[in-house]
């Protein structure tokens, strides 16, 4: 008897997408400047520093979560 390995393999978008929309409805909209060089300065000045200041302060939340939650359990 052999068994099978069924592995379904899903591949989605959505992230990129929301980041899309993210990008064009908060950022990109309130700029007149249309241009390639107009975009690149908002990600580097806006979009960019907005991310990694989400992901610093949803790591920092996680790591005192993480921490409180081991202390309480001894």
């Given amino acids: 008897m052999r068994a099978y390995r069924h592995t379904i393999s899903i591949h989605t978008t959505n992230g990129v997408e929301r ?3 993210e ?3 908060n950022f990109l909209a309130s700029h007149r400047d249309k241009s390639l060089s107009g975009l ?6 806006e979009f960019f520093p ?4 989400r992901y610093d302060n949803s790591f920092k939340v996680q790591a005192s979560f993480r921490k409180n939650k081991f202390r309480n359990t001894t």
Wanted: proline content about 0%.
């Fill in 19 to 21: 980041q899309n929309e």
């Fill in 23 to 25: 990008l064009k409805c």
């Fill in 40 to 45: 690149i300065s908002v990600l580097i000045t």
């Fill in 50 to 53: 907005d991310k990694y200041a």
